[in-house]
């Protein structure tokens, strides 16, 4: 398993603010056996023509990764995205741990089911996502009410283990996932924002969501003034698990690089201004971060590290309006995209082709 991080405060804030994005990254690698089980060992040097079957080396990985975005323009955002980075991974960390161990088989090993841990559903890694966000909502309005803060972030966190991806969040970070083998960009998360709102009833368009003047108002978020029981406190958490395939690279980012114009208001005044025509909108595209952009990034880059210096240079270069943080791994021990027929969706709001579906009659039992 390989990933990267970076972050950056944004040329907008440099010298004048500071950065209130907080990333966590824990890894779990395992592995046993020495060989090449179940493959054709391969030869020692052009003299060694011997086709033996051994076994090979089998490792796997499990991991957690959480990001944050403290809210700007509140007292503590920076401490708010500190706190959940740091319990939501400290609670998730034996999730991602018991779920490889209960799992044996991967190395081909007998081990008697009464020394396992009961086997954990996808519904049962999301719940304890969900839980652990709750719990990083209530140690933050613990320290709101504390220090006398407003202190508010949004959170953005995954469990990867058994060539699942299980995600939670909350606000407008987001995860996106690319695959290099079909070159395809899917968003695995949907922002709990204004805009997004806007543009789901139809109200907006996907271009004005982009620039629009609303664009820095979210819905949801972690913490709060303290005033609440932070021992009843609740937060809604959206929750989803994606099957992973060798060939896909997982990204979470903060909002500073999906929302690094700085121009975005006067952008958006020019598209309404000429009725929303394509050239504008073409206009729009090529100012802000789009997600084939974001895709572009990650194909072209000669390493993941290379990847995440690219995204905090592209947000600068493209105004650096906020903090921004990326986060990026893969594992290629998955197995292989499938070379023909469709992936699994795993967009969390695919476009569907719906032209070729036949209608069908649910039987009311």
């Known amino acids: 398993m390989r990933y990267a991080t970076n972050y950056d405060i944004g040329d907008r804030k440099r010298g004048q603010g500071i950065n209130e994005d907080s990333i966590s990254m824990t ?19 052009s003299s060694d023509t011997d086709a033996e079957q051994v076994d090979r080396p089998a490792n796997r990985s499990a991991g957690v990764f959480v990001l944050a975005d403290g809210a700007g323009g509140h007292d503590a ?5 500190y706190i959940a980075t ?31 841990p009961d086997a954990l559903g996808p519904e049962d890694v999301q719940a304890a996502i969900a839980d652990a966000i709750v719990d990083a909502h209530r140690e ?13 972030t949004t959170v953005v966190a995954g469990v990867y283990a058994d060539g699942k991806l299980h995600l939670g969040w909350v606000g407008d970070s987001r995860a996106y996932l690319v695959n290099h083998a079909r070159e395809e960009i899917a968003r695995l998360t949907k922002d709990h924002a204004v ?30 003034s303290g005033h609440e029981d932070p021992d009843r406190a609740m937060v809604d958490v959206d929750t989803r698990t994606v099957r992973l395939f060798a060939e896909d690279t997982v990204l979470a980012t903060s909002d500073g690089l999906i929302d690094a114009q700085t121009d975005a208001p006067d952008l958006y005044e020019q598209y ?46 493209r105004g650096g ?36 579906r036949e209608t069908v009659i649910i039987s009311e039992e």
């Not at 709102?197 to 629009?212: F, L, M, P």
């Open 27 to 45: 890894v779990f690698e395992e592995g046993h056996r020495d060989g090449y089980r179940g493959q054709t060992r391969p030869p020692v040097d």
């Open 140 to 152: 933050i309005l613990r320290y709101a009410s504390e220090s006398g803060t407003q202190s508010y």
């Open 77 to 81: 955002g920076d401490a708010a995205s």
């Open 321 to 356: 309006k906020d903090n921004v943080s990326v986060l990026l791994f893969e594992d290629d021990a998955l197995p292989e995209t499938p070379s023909s027929g469709g992936l699994p969706i795993r967009a969390v709001d695919p476009e569907v082709d719906v032209s070729d």
């Open 195 to 224: 805009v997004q709102e806007w543009e789901d009833a139809g109200e907006i368009d996907s271009v004005e969501a982009h620039v629009h003047p609303n664009g820095n108002e979210i819905t949801r978020a972690l913490g709060g």
């Open 86 to 116: 740091t319990v939501v991974a400290e609670r998730l960390a034996p999730i991602a741990i018991r779920t490889v161990r209960s799992h044996p088989d991967a190395f081909d090993v007998d081990v008697a089911p009464a020394v396992l």
């Open 272 to 317: 309404v201004d000429a009725d929303k025509s394509e050239d504008a909108a073409e206009r729009v595209r090529e100012a802000v971060v789009t997600d084939d952009e974001i895709r572009d990034v990650l194909l072209g880059a000669e390493s993941l590290d290379a990847a995440a210096a690219e995204y905090v240079s592209l947000a600068n270069d």
